[in-house]
């Protein structure tokens, strides 16, 4: 893009009222990682993941994770494509909460409802790079963020951390960390990968196949808000503690055009667990997630539409599934529900674990 249409571009979004011109596009850098024959490309803004290239079976290298076609695309995203979500991620029933008496009212940017942070979320803010090393044993990245008291309605300074590092054969962790440095407030960081293990521009991820190690979901009500009741997922169309094909049985679920929903991960409360596997039987490409959350948000892209994507891509509804490990939604509304409050003193650790193979898994076929 020439300068001129740069500034052209700001003026635009400038006349029509948007809300992240102050964000310069020469601020929005990109980073690579590289081990093996793994890649991995991030950016500060949102702290976003943009690409991660991994071999298939015979060996083919293919960027497995949905991307936007220009940086700029992010200032004006709606998908939260490969971002990391918060202050809270994931809804807020009724844009509000209490918390030690103080009621707390947040801008809703969904219906009724408080999504992924607010209407300037950390996916929609420029992070700072703290460390960054390209190659060796361990490159890694990360990037720190400072939320003020009363960003998006939230209480409270957060200080804020994610890094992204490869690791092992094929290993890739994401560690996200917050400190409250004066209230307590609700922290929920989440990663907003979209996946499609056959390549992002591979077309739909109806035929891959997902396990989810949750015997229990917290189901929703019609805006999407759990209604604070566990459901089994035993004789649905949402148990996947054995292997499934994605397809199969996605007509059937109450969501609308596919899964959206939180699993309870089983296994021992805040240590870490397998949450899911993922698996291409066409690449050969598997991915396992591990992770201390409790829960993991199975999302099969249900409103993509026709999103202009990278490299000429056209991502379409289904297009690739979320697997984004998190505290149950709503929790700050549900005093059953594990507590997502942080308070000074306490900090918050999620700790994402991705083990990538060409491998069939156990159960897979
Ligand atoms: C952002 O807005 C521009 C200009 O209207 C548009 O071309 C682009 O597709 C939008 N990007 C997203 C991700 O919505
Ligand atoms: C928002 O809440 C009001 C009042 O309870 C209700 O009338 C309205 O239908 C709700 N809107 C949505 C989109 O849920
Ligand atoms: C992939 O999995 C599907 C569903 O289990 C199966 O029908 C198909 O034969 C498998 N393809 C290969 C190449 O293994």
């Given at each position: ?34 081990k ?13 993941i ?7 079976k ?16 992010y ?62 044993p ?19 300074d ?18 996200m ?24 521009n ?30 089994s ?32 991960i ?9 949450a ?25 892209s ?17 297009g ?22 942080v ?23």
């Open positions: 893009m020439t300068k001129i249409s740069l500034v052209l571009s700001f003026l635009f979004l400038a006349a029509s009222g948007f809300a992240y011109g102050s964000v310069k596009k020469e601020d929005i850098k990109v980073f690579d990682l590289k093996g024959d793994i890649s991995l490309k991030v950016t500060n803004y949102g702290a976003t943009l690409s991660l290239v991994l071999p298939d015979n060996g083919k290298m293919v960027d497995v994770i949905l991307a936007y076609r220009s940086l700029m695309d200032t004006n995203d709606t998908s939260y494509f490969g971002a990391t979500v918060g202050r809270v991620g994931n809804r807020i029933g009724g844009a509000q909460f209490t918390l030690n008496g103080i009621h707390y009212k947040l801008p809703a940017n969904e219906g009724n409802s408080t999504l992924h942070g607010g209407i300037i979320g950390f996916s929609d803010v420029l992070w700072k790079v703290k460390k960054y090393r390209r190659e060796g361990n490159p890694s990245i990360t990037f720190t963020y400072h939320s003020f008291d009363g960003e998006e309605g939230f209480p409270g957060l200080l804020v951390r994610v890094s992204y590092t490869l690791y092992g054969k094929n290993q890739m962790s994401i560690i960390k917050a400190k409250a440095l004066n209230k307590p407030t609700p922290v929920n960081l989440l990663n907003h990968a979209y996946w499609n293990l056959g390549g992002h591979s077309g739909d991820i109806l035929n891959e196949q997902v396990q989810i190690f949750g015997s229990k979901t917290t189901p929703l009500d019609s805006n999407l808000i759990p209604t604070g009741k566990f459901a997922v035993k004789g649905t169309p949402y148990d996947f503690l054995k292997p499934h094909v994605i397809g199969s049985r996605i007509k059937q679920v109450s969501e609308t055009n596919g899964y959206n929903v939180n699993y309870v089983d296994g021992k409360k805040g240590k870490i667990n397998r899911a596997i993922a698996y291409d039987n066409k690449s050969g490409r598997a991915m396992e997630i591990w992770t201390n959350a409790p829960g993991v948000q199975f999302y099969t249900n409103y993509l539409g026709n999103v202009k994507g990278k490299n000429g891509a056209v991502y379409k509804d289904h690739a599934l979320c697997l984004e490990t998190q505290a149950f939604p709503d929790s700050v509304n549900h005093p059953n529900f594990p507590s997502t409050i308070s000074p003193g306490k900090d918050y650790k999620h700790y994402m674990f991705f083990k990538f193979s060409t491998k069939a898994p156990r159960g897979f076929t």
